[in-house]
Nanobody, 126 residues
């Protein structure tokens, strides 16, 4: 059973930074494409960023390009989301997710991901 546990959320002022971590256990982390999604109150869950299992290729939502950076450490089974220049519209619950299908593509829709963390709250005050 694969488990994903996020940490690092919190309250930050606009323009500030946060670093989210996702620790994976129970599976073959190095073969999972890892993604971050977020869901704001009253809105649908949306794709933020993902990093490919094989070559580390990344895909970012336009809304976070140039501000957020994803990285992974396969030796530690972790994926990190560094968030800089945060805006009030970044406020949401952030979820870590894993795609176990070893595809070439990086999926940006939530239904393509097999495992999910419980989420961590990020609140950006303006």
């Amino acid at each position: 059973q694969v488990q994903l546990v996020e940490s690092g959320g919190g309250l930050v002022q606009a323009g500030g930074s946060l670093r989210l971590s996702c620790a994976a256990s129970g599976g073959t982390f190095s073969r999972y494409t890892m993604g971050w999604f977020r869901q704001a109150p009253g809105k649908e869950r949306e794709f933020v960023v993902a990093i490919h299992w094989r070559n580390g290729r990344t895909s970012y939502a336009d809304s976070v390009k140039g501000r957020f950076t994803i990285s992974r450490d396969n030796a530690k089974n972790t994926v990190v989301l560094q968030m800089n220049s945060l805006k009030s519209e970044d406020t949401a619950v952030y979820y870590c997710a894993a795609d176990r299908t070893n595809q070439i593509v990086i999926y940006t829709t939530s239904e393509k991901y097999d495992y999910w963390g419980q989420g961590t709250q990020v609140t950006v005050s303006s």
